[in-house]
């Protein structure tokens, strides 16, 4: 570079990724059953943590009850109101936060590092002493039904609640958001009830990351939670698996007046232990996955169909799926579907360029070490990884297993998991217009909004 306005300047090479290098961790179960995990990042004097409590226990815990469960667990307990807790976690340098799903609910928080007692300790307090005061209670279930009824005004719920349903039906997976009439019905002694009956500890999964040496942390978890107990007799936890992702006619969700299609695709994957997953995820970089995938460069860049299109692998506990969504004017509609139609079959017989190869390795490989390095990052990948009992050795093994991808095994995956034939396929839309052009391309079932 000579310093001249519009000289040309030599981007260097871009390094190799290097090895993650895995922090010292001490995981244990406690006599109540709840498996902790510590891990020592130090550098900043704080600690995250991330509890995991499993509510599905063969069949799903009621969705309206558990969202109110959780977003009331820290209005109050029979020593301390809402306020009194806010000011301990000021006190700390701490925070706290409860949301639920289909499968568990989660408390995350965080403190500095010394006050990480007094952080399990009302942890701990909260899930065997919350109160659920009736005032609280009142009004956070008539902000969630606003919320709920809110959000199914807009096409983005209304189009993947659809999706969901078509892909598992009956399965709590397939429920969406809570029934906001079964909200409004909930009162302080079903949550009382509620919390009894779900929030337990076996089956549970503490992580705790941060400046504190591992086997202390772990010791703090078992006196501080020494009170949570589990009956003896109780189910272990998870769903039973769904029914398999079936492909049908091509669901057009009337939305009259609608001046956008929204377009989602959704099919069976494999999870993270599968052997296919390394592959699969690289495969779905290179269709859609990131800015410079194939689906961005043809229906955002070249056609200008849409602000934006993406796929990923979604994974539940008992199922994984590949998706795509995009939104498109509606006078696109037919287009766009033509495209995402080619650009996945042409996954499906290669080739794939290695410079393809080569920035979607690159990508997967950086963005897991991007997501790692803050205390936080690594408090919440571990805790994912415990949901499904990976070890945190998958931290090192992932980028290495998708270094040795070749190209021949992105395109397998491609053909096991992206075949449009086996695609569910979603359109939210003004259906007199909608209908006749997917019509044109695919059987099509019309269906009005939940």
Do not use: C
């Not at 892909?167 to 909200?183: A, N, Q, S, T």
């Not at 494999?270 to 970089?285: C, F, G």
């Not at 979603?426 to 391309?441: E, F, H, R, S």
């Amino acid at each position: 570079m000579n310093g001249r306005a519009g000289a040309l300047v030599e981007i260097p090479a871009v390094a190799s990724p290097r090895p993650v290098k895995l922090p010292s961790v001490a995981d244990e179960v406690l006599a109540n059953g709840l498996r902790v995990i510590a891990a020592r990042r130090s550098g900043v004097p704080r600690v995250e943590a991330r509890l995991l409590i499993p509510t599905a226990r063969g069949t799903a815990a009621p969705s309206a009850r558990m969202s109110m469960l959780a977003r009331t667990l820290l209005a109050g307990t029979s020593s301390r109101s809402a306020t009194d807790i806010a000011e301990l976690l000021q006190s700390i340098g701490g925070n706290l936060d409860a949301h639920s799903d289909d499968e568990d609910v989660v408390v995350t928080g965080s403190a500095l590092s010394p006050s990480l007692p007094v952080l399990l300790d009302l942890m701990a307090e909260v899930l065997v002493d919350s109160s659920h005061p009736a005032d609280e209670v009142t009004l956070e279930r008539e902000r969630m039904v606003q919320d709920i009824t809110l959000a199914r005004s807009q096409p983005e719920t209304v189009a993947r609640e659809a999706l969901l349903r078509r892909m598992f039906g009956r399965h709590p997976y397939g429920r969406g958001l809570p029934d906001p009439g079964e909200v409004a019905k909930v009162r302080p002694p079903a949550l009382l009830a509620a919390r009894e009956k779900w929030l337990l500890p076996a089956g549970a999964v503490l992580v705790l990351v941060g400046d504190v040496r591992p086997e202390r942390a772990v010791a703090l978890a078992a006196d501080a939670f020494s009170g949570w107990t589990t009956p003896s007799a109780v189910d272990p936890p998870g769903l039973a698996a769904p029914g398999p992702i079936r492909p049908g006619p091509m669901v057009v969700v009337d939305r009259r007046g609608a001046v956008q299609t929204n377009i989602r695709m959704a099919g069976p994957a494999v999870d993270r232990k599968h052997p296919d997953y390394p592959a699969l995820a690289l495969a779905n970089l290179v269709v859609g996955g990131y800015f410079i995938s194939r689906l961005s460069d043809n229906i955002r860049e070249r056609r200008g169909f849409t602000y934006g299109v993406s796929t990923g692998v979604q994974h539940l506990r008992q199922q994984s799926f590949f998706s795509l969504q995009t939104d498109v004017g509606t006078e696109h509609t037919g287009p766009a579907l033509v495209e995402i139609r080619y650009e996945l079959e042409r996954m499906l017989v290669g080739p794939i360029s290695e410079a393809e190869m080569a920035s979607a390795k690159r990508y997967l490989s950086g963005t897991l070490a991007m997501a790692i390095q803050t205390q936080s990052g690594l408090a919440s990948y571990l805790a994912t990884l415990a949901a499904v009992d990976l070890p945190i050795s998958y931290l090192r093994d992932f980028p290495a297993a998708v270094a040795a991808i070749t190209e021949a095994e992105a395109i397998d995956a491609s053909r096991r998991y992206f075949r449009p034939s086996q695609l569910v396929s979603v359109l939210v839309g003004d259906a007199t217009t909608v209908a006749p052009i997917a019509g044109a391309l695919a059987e099509v079932e019309v269906a009005q909004p939940a």
